[in-house]
């Protein structure tokens, strides 16, 4: 998030898309609550009727995969009717011309032939959004887990530029991130394009650094994204090292990805349980777990926390990062000597500019957000006050793309994939926690009434959902949360594998799957 | 616009509290004032997170020039006023409501495990001397041990009418599952339609368990580990859910995890919390974990093992992988759940054991 959480609390405007956050993040959503019952206006765009769309004050239906068009036509109204923060972009952005051009072919009217919103409702979203005083954008995977998931953030971002709602509080473009420390597994460098602390592993500078840090030959190219990785193993890739993913059931294509790792010489997989992943490794390591480890974590404001240990681990559990760094030593390998989470950490903040003014005990109340470039610097709640860090923001001009799959006559739904409040991913976790059960016992495809009876199923009743890349057996409940034409089920539920189905396609640049967007067929059975 | 009347320290103005002069933020109650400066006033319907609501009348104070004393969580502090937290006039009215309290709620000592506010009223009792008894008869407030949640007792025969489950869950939560029915003595905690949490628009959060002062609304989950024997122990750590970074504070005796509780100054969510982080936290103690290394046999199967035997096997295949098709022939993984140091680690291993950039997260899937 470019902004802190408490920042919710402060927008005149907020606008949600693509963000499910009373199931997915629901403390942060007290925040929107609290800010909507003190008045703030709420726009909602989301294919479903989800919460906050029902608190909403436009709530905008978007056909899943349509969100460049929708923004597109909301970018064009804010140019059109001159309420462009002409002073911010002047100061502080750069292609604001070409932009605005750009935009102008764009109007509402078009992006409601791709959205199926109201044009009306797309312009007064886009006038309420500019002329806010405080206008804050959150999204979450609704916008990201597309083929077009950069162009979805870089419209966003145009949005925010373009009306100056950035670098102030209660602005700012705000991703809500899904995973306890899925911020910190980037902070601390686990990418294949960056070193700790985002550090460009195609600079020189930084190359140099770290041969240095880590006493070896760097290698000088981009790695390939986990994506790519799967489909390489077997052939380039014989090796590989998984902690606590269960890769077979959270990433699209399970068929796919169980062959890839099947394929594999080696399979190293470091857990707390014997996922479906494990099942696949040659070797297994237990982890300690959550209460039982010592580390840090960063929330999705960028905030550095610390994690403690409450309770011993069961049996000879250990921290993954003593599995990795003993892994290391038994290859007869100098430098991970580690003895301690602290030691541990407090190497990755003398590496990283990000981490540079902090260590283990400054961390200990967790008041800090990065980047904290020095001793004694105060954090930085808010990102981009004053100027960005790469100098100007860059307008750029994205056009609207199809879904890597559109519904056909033999897949003519569109499934949309997302989570639910009581269970967490696989439910590896809150699977195993007494009580869960009684709130979500089981999957069901969120489907539209009409759509029941249009397609011959029963609520209630089972049902075959299929697309090109396999099929699932699912229980049908009757909802108009989803629209017609519109499917929704999650992927928590290990009897209803529902990425066997998705996996259609990938965005360029991230190759982050669409799993937001996959046509099926739904039948009964 | 401050006056600076207290002595440029942000202060707007000053008042009088137990005869010394304190500065005052315009806004502020004599409470808040009051708390400021230690003062210890005793409440039971505050929470201060919540807007104040003067229901419970213990936190009556004097003030000059008023003939009876007022409610300082409602009253704001203007210029000049003189306060008094302590008489014995306070005691007398502030034992009498206790008595008052005390007498409808048949336990009035309370396992701590109930939630984090849940001694509030057995501390109050004790400070007041206040268990006599003396208004005891008649009770009010119908228990439902017919809610079969796992999660939320509803025990309302210890209810006071502090409304704090009502106003958490609507100013806090925004949920609006819980409501008042009917008034005075005949009133009643309940859901709409009188029904089930589970049938009504209540999230299971236990924000109500955490701020009920009386174990009215418990925590079904720790309660179960009531027998459990040793010391409460808290760990402060934070929530392993969603990546808004929920302050948590661990209960644990021995070695065993009894239950959460939301730190009420976690700098994140500021005493919230939702139903994964407040009750699904069992998993960490389940039979399913992992406890000792496994590799697979000449049979096909995962075995146990000991570590040495793991580790030179994780070793080997990884230096097998090298020397027979280079470097670029292993890939780490490295999770979002752990912490930091794993996804260093990783990193570091995959960088600096092989001289590869061939590592990633799960963020992509």
Redesign the interface.
Known sequence: MSNP?ADMDKPDVIFCIGTNM?E???????RI??A??RGAKLIVADPRRIALAEMADIYLPLRVGSDVALLLGMAHTIAREGLMDDGFVADRTTEGRDFVEHVLEYPPEWAESITGVDAKLIAEAARWYAKADRGAIYYTLGITEHICGVDNVQSLCNLALMTGNVGREGTGINP??????????????????N??GFQD?LDPAYQAK?AEA??????L???????T?LDMCGD??????????N?VV???DREHCEHALRSL??L?VI????TET??L???????T?????D???????R?V?????????????????WC?????Q??G?K??E?ES?KQ??N??CSLSPIYAGLDWDLIE???YHWPVPERGHPGTPILHKGEFENGRGIFQMIRYRDPAETISEEYPIWLTTGRR??A?HTR?????????E??LSEERLEMHPADVSKWGLEDGGWAMMSSPRGQVRIKVEANDRSPPGTVFASFSFNDVPVNFLTGGGYDPI????E?KVCPVRVEPV | MSDNSGNGTGFDFEITLDGEKVGVRRGESLYEVSERHRKEIPTLCYDPRLDAFGACRLCIVELDGARNPVASCTMRAEPGMRITTRSARLDMHRRVLMEMVASENRDTDVDALSGYASQEMAVLLDRYEARTGRFAGARSGRSRPDDDNPFILRDYENCISCYRCVRVCAEQEGDYAISVMNRGFETQITTEFEGLLGDSACTFCGQCIQTCPTGALADIKALANADVPGETKKTRTVCPYCGVGCSVDLLSRDDKLIGVQPAMDGPANEGALCVKGQFAFDFVQHPDRLAYPMVRGEDGELHETDWDTALDRAAAGFTAAVENHGRHSVYGVASGRAPHEAAYMMQRFIRGAFGTNQIDNCSRA
């Open positions: 959480l009373t997915c993040h629901p403390v942060a959503a007290t609550k609290r909507v019952a809500m991130r899904g995973q306890n420390n899925i911020q910190g597994a980037g902070d601390s460098g686990a990418l294949p394009n070193y700790p592993v770290f880590y006493g070896r030959e760097v290698d190219e981009l790695g390939p994204t986990k994506v990785a380039r890739i014989r090796a590989m090292i998984i902690n606590g993913e890769t959270t990433d699209p010489d080696h190293v857990d707390i349980f014997l494990a099942q490794a040659d070797v297994v390591l237990p982890a777990a959550w209460a039982e480890t580390g840090v974590c960063s929330n999705t404001e905030r926390q610390r994690l403690r240990k409450a309770v011993d681990p069961p049996g000879e559990a250990k921290p993954d990062w990795v760094s003993r892994i290391a038994r290859m390998l430098g991970f580690f989470a541990v950490f190497e990755l109340h967790g008041e409040l009581p967490y590896t976790q809150t699977g195993r926690s007494a009580g869960i009684y709130l991230t190759h982050t799957a799993l």
